[in-house]
């Protein structure tokens, strides 16, 4: 049985590809993509059975820029936009994958760099979190190919950005990214939305 989650509802943007797109902070978790809720706690403080699964989270992004800190964009399947107005927050427990964010930005993201500067998807014993675990990267297009040089390093399209240490399953995400041409031999099949960054490394065939 997976840990107790639960998030806040702080408003609800719309549907899109079957599922309803909402605001929400996360009360309890932290909360991975396939994670269930199982209670929704209405705005009258009274709870009511619901059967909602995430499957998919913004935590960065244009979209909540202008946001406060905390609040992600969480895509639900299972309920309708309308009744999701009515719900104050959503209880229920991990099912997901399990990874966690980097204690401090600076040293990972350096880490990554050094990838990209050195042209590689892989590096053993390089992450700063751990120590010894093995680094991944891996990028995805989306939509058409297109070619442009930025700061000197060519281009080929504009895409998505996973981050991941084998060893502490440490991870970082981007939903949009410039994917390198150097890249392209990498470049993993589009996705849409958040995609478990385990799986998406077993589709690099490294």
Same mark, same amino acid.
């Given at each position: 049985?997976?840990?107790?989650?639960?998030?806040?509802?702080? @408003?609800?943007?719309? $549907? %899109?590809?079957?599922? *309803?797109?909402? !605001?929400?902070?996360?009360?309890? #978790? &932290? +909360?991975? =993509?396939?994670?269930?809720?199982?209670?929704?706690?209405?705005?009258?403080?009274?709870?009511?059975?619901?059967?909602?699964?995430?499957?998919?989270?913004?935590?960065?992004?244009?979209?909540?820029?202008?946001?406060?800190?905390?609040?992600?964009?969480?895509?639900?399947? @299972?309920?309708?936009? $309308? %009744?999701?107005?009515? *719900?104050?927050? !959503?209880?229920?427990?991990?099912? #997901? &994958? +399990?990874? =966690?964010?980097?204690?401090?930005?600076?040293?990972?993201?350096?880490?990554?760099?050094?990838?990209?500067?050195?042209?590689?998807?892989?590096?053993?014993?390089?992450?700063?979190?751990?120590?010894?675990?093995?680094?991944?990267?891996?990028?995805?297009?989306?939509?058409?190919?297109?070619?442009?040089?930025?700061?000197?390093?060519?281009?080929?399209?504009?895409?998505?950005?996973?981050?991941?240490?084998?060893?502490?399953?440490?991870?970082?995400?981007?939903?949009?990214?410039?994917?390198?041409?150097?890249?392209?031999?990498?470049?993993?099949?589009?996705?849409?939305?958040?995609?478990?960054?385990?799986?998406?490394?077993?589709?690099?065939?490294?």
């Amino acid at each position: 049985m997976g840990a107790a989650v639960r998030i806040a509802v702080e @408003g609800v943007v719309g $549907e %899109a590809d079957g599922a *309803v797109v909402c !605001l929400a902070r996360v009360v309890k #978790g &932290p +909360v991975e =993509v396939g994670d269930g809720f199982d209670r929704a706690v209405l705005a009258d403080g009274s709870e009511a059975p619901v059967e909602l699964r995430i499957v998919a989270i913004r935590r960065s992004g244009v979209e909540l820029r202008d946001l406060p800190p905390g609040v992600n964009r969480i895509e639900l399947s @299972g309920m309708d936009a $309308e %009744a999701l107005r009515g *719900v104050r927050e !959503l209880r229920g427990r991990t099912e #997901g &994958p +399990v990874w =966690v964010w980097p204690a401090d930005q600076v040293p990972w993201q350096r880490a990554f760099n050094a990838m990209i500067e050195d042209r590689v998807v892989t590096r053993e014993n390089g992450c700063p979190e751990c120590g010894t675990g093995t680094l991944y990267l891996a990028f995805s297009i989306d939509g058409p190919e297109s070619r442009w040089v930025e700061r000197g390093e060519a281009m080929c399209g504009v895409g998505r950005h996973w981050q991941w240490c084998a060893q502490c399953s440490t991870a970082e995400y981007y939903c949009r990214a410039m994917v390198p041409e150097w890249a392209r031999a990498h470049v993993v099949a589009e996705v849409t939305g958040w995609r478990d960054p385990r799986e998406v490394v077993r589709l690099l065939g490294l």
